[in-house]
Each structure stands twice: as structure tokens, then as C-alpha cells.
């Protein structure tokens, strides 16, 4: 008898040969999937392996439950859940070193940029390694210190942009740095403002509307950045319908670095709680960053935003045709429309718990996504497993 270790198993899978849980006691027939509940009583009963004669053979059944198992998403998403710790402590890592960085340009007019080369590099390099996770560790939620969170954010959402652009590598470096210092002009103006996540009066808005002119006089007089880092604080309020602050420039009259920072500055704007509205959950956010292009973005970056992200990016909760609740694990690049789905909840509304029924679309040609779900109690309780 073969063993197999129940942690490899999902609902779906099925053998050529009856299978047995210890003594010869039979679990499942021959050629008889695995169903959701089979997998949930042996976690219950403590059991960590199953015995077969028979070997893994694929099967697709009806339910949603069964659906057929591809052992190497099995192994991506198991991938994606070992490089998830990873990925938050360096996040943490760059935050701290972030805060570092910014503490010193505000209280010595200094830019550590040795610290600040250390910061990039690590960001290029762990985005172009691992860019779904990161794009999901940005969903993570406000920062107590959301000046530094939103730089850091805004700089990975450029970087991924800049990658799909592809910039060599020392372009990528200057756009990292021009993220990360875009909105150093609010560590200027009084704390009250910058950090409240209240709608601004309009007397509050005036002051705001300064902190582009003033991170580009630190940024190029004082700490002597190029003139490229310090445009793109100048300029990454500006509309290209020229609506934007602070001077109402049009179309490619504003440089590209500014022009890509504002998806980031935007994109990570919306996706925290403000005091005066919820969160936008990813598939909203993008949406409503498109509902903008013509009047802040312009067409040929929005292209390139909407193919280095996901109509359905990693996160998103959907409904599928067939009913089954599932979160958004990774995208299929070329099909937008078919991600990879992680099973919440099946065609019966029961909860399949940390079972890893995964679900590829790009192979399973009938179902499809049918719903977008805003759920933030969902969120939260599964927020931890993706
Ligand atoms: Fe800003």
C-alpha cells in the first residue's frame, strides 16, 4: 500500500484503487472522488495519511465542490502561501526603513541615499520576483503612518508598471526613487492635515494643494535630486484634461514619471478606509481609476495599468456561475477574464475551510466569474489565508 499524506489531498481527487484509513477501514471506493467532507473529517480525526494500491488519477465531477484538482496550482498556491510571511516582513522592513529615511529629510534636510539605493533595489528586485504578492500585501489595509504606507505603495504600483513598460533597470531605479519621494512635501505642512483621513474643508485643500511645489523645492534645491525626481512631486497632481494642481498642465506636457505615480498615488489612496467612505475593494478601485481616464490619465499609460494589473486582481472575492464563492489567488496573464480561484464557499453555500480547492478558469471552460463580492466580514475572515 501506497501512503499518501492527507495534506496533499482536495476534494475532486480520486484513485485507480479503493482507498483506506489505517486498518483496512475504507475511506473511499475505487474511481470515487474525494468530496469536501471526506477531507474535513480526517483533519477532525487527526488523520495525516490515507493508503491506497491505486495511484492519483484525474476525475471531474459535477459539484462544485469536486472540482478537478491541478496538482501544479496546488503547488503555486501552496508557493503563495509560503512566500506570504516573506513578503510581510519585508514590507515591514522597507517601512521602517522608509519612516528612517523621511524622518531625516524632515528634521535635517537630509537624504540618506545610500539607504534610500538599499530601499529601491530591494523593491525592484522582490516586485519583479514576486508581484502578485505584492500587489496583495498592499490590500493589507491602512497604515498608522499612512504618509509612509502610501509611498511605498504608490512606488510598487509604479514599479509594476515601469516593469510592464519595460525600462531598464536604471529607469526603473529613478521612477522608484520619484515614487517614493512624490509627496515628501507633505512632511512640510502641519501634522493635523496630513494625517487626517477626513474630507478636506477648502481651507485645509489650500494648504494641501502646496505640497507639490514644496517637495520639489526640498527635493531639487535642497537635497539635490535630479530634476526628473523632483518634477515628478511637482507635477503628479496634474490632470490630463488640465484640471490638475498646482499648474493646470495638459497631456504629455507632464513628464511619464509623474503620469505613472499618479495610478499608484491613486490606486493607493483608494484602497484604504477614509474616514468618509469605505475602502474600494481591488476590482472597484481599477474601475473607478478607468472611469478616469480621459480626464486624469490619458490612453496609453491606462493601457498599460490595466494589463500589468487584472480586471479581477489577487484578493477580490467573486461569485461563479455555478454559485460557488471564491477569492482571486493569481491571474492567468493572458486571460484577463479567467483567473486562478481559491473555493470559499461551494455550490451549497458550505464552507470549505482551509481545504485547498483551487480552481483555474482557464481550464474549467464553463464556469465563469458572474459577480464582483463586497464583503468586508468575508474579507477579513479569509484575509489571513490567501
Ligand atoms: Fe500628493
Known sequence: MKKYSVDSLAPGMAFSKNVYIGNNNLLVNAKMPLKVKDI???????????????????????TASGKKIFPDVIKLYKNIM??????????????????????????????????????????????????????????RGAHNDYLYSHSLNTTIVSLIMGIELQFPQEKLSELAKAALLHNVGMLFLPILITTSSSKFSKKEFLIIKKHPLLGYKVLYNDLKTSIKVADASLSHHENFDGTGYPRGLQGYD????????????????????????????????LREIMA???????????????????????????????????????????????????????????????????????????????????????????QNEI
Not at 534610500?116 to 519583479?128: A, F, K, P, Q, W
Not at 468586508?376 to 479569509?382: A, I, N, Q, S
Open 82 to 139: 509560503e512566500n506570504k510571511k516573506k513578503v510581510e516582513d519585508t514590507y515591514s522592513d522597507l517601512l521602517n526603513k522608509i519612516r528612517m529615511i523621511f524622518s531625516k529629510i524632515k528634521s535635517s534636510n537630509y537624504l540618506d541615499d545610500s539607504k534610500l539605493s538599499e530601499v529601491i533595489d530591494v523593491l525592484i528586485h522582490e516586485v519583479e520576483k514576486r508581484k502578485p504578492l505584492y500587489l496583495t500585501q498592499i490590500l
Open 40 to 62: 474535513e473529517n480526517l483533519h477532525k480525526w487527526n488523520i495525516t495519511e490515507v493508503e491506497s494500491e491505486g495511484e492519483l488519477i484525474e476525475t471531474k465531477i459535477n
Open 254 to 285: 507632464i513628464d511619464e514619471y509623474p503620469r505613472i505615480i499618479a495610478f499608484g498615488d491613486m490606486y493607493s489612496s483608494l484602497i484604504v478606509d477614509k474616514e468618509y467612505r469605505n475602502k474600494f475593494n481591488p476590482y472597484f478601485a
Open 292 to 382: 478616469l481616464n480621459n480626464i486624469k490619465f490619458g490612453p496609453n499609460l491606462m493601457r498599460v495599468f490595466v494589463s500589468s494589473f487584472s480586471l479581477y486582481p489577487i484578493g477580490t472575492f467573486v461569485r461563479l456561475n455555478n454559485n460557488v464563492i471564491g477569492v482571486v489567488v493569481d491571474c492567468n496573464d493572458e486571460y484577463k477574464l479567467r483567473p486562478i480561484v481559491k473555493m470559499l464557499f461551494n455550490q451549497n453555500s458550505d464552507n470549505v475551510g482551509t481545504n485547498n480547492v483551487i480552481i483555474n478558469l482557464l481550464d474549467e471552460k464553463k464556469l465563469f466569474i458572474k459577480e464582483v463580492i463586497v464583503d468586508e466580514e468575508l474579507e477579513k475572515k479569509v
